[in-house]
């Protein structure tokens, strides 16, 4: 397993934008599929967006129209662009990566039990 690392989060107002990145901490030959969790005070850890092998990306109906989930393939980095961002978006934010290849069946995120390397998070807090 590869510890990922997590950067980019910060304080922001609602309606502002923050973006994240998610590296390896070491090398490696890259990752079948990679993703983005939160998990805010009280509550489970959830899917926010995720790429397959195949690059088809899907998201969580609560962030479609304003994150956009990214790769740079070559330096196995991992970004969400968020945009538009409320104070329901406060919350630590996690890089998710799966060894293996994976591919969606339908709109709907893969759970969180098929990652196998995850990151330490950042938080993202928004004020209203």
């Known amino acids: 397993q590869v510890q990922l690392v997590e950067s980019g989060g910060g304080s922001v107002q609602a309606g502002g934008s923050l973006r994240l990145s998610c590296a390896p901490s070491?090398?490696?030959?890259?990752?079948?599929?990679m993703g983005w969790f939160r998990q805010a005070p009280g509550k489970e850890r959830e899917g926010v967006a995720a790429?397959?092998?195949?690059?088809?990306?899907n998201y969580a109906d609560s962030v479609k129209g304003r994150f956009t989930i990214s790769q740079d393939i070559a330096k196995k980095t991992l970004y969400l662009q968020m945009n538009s961002l409320k104070f329901e978006d406060t919350a630590m934010y996690y890089c998710a990566a799966r060894t293996n290849r994976c591919w969606f069946r339908s709109t709907v995120l893969f759970g969180r039990e098929i990652y196998n390397n995850w990151g330490q998070g950042t938080q993202v807090t928004v004020s209203s």
């Open positions: 790429i397959d092998s195949d690059g088809k990306i």
């Open positions: 070491e090398y490696t030959d890259g990752f079948g599929c």
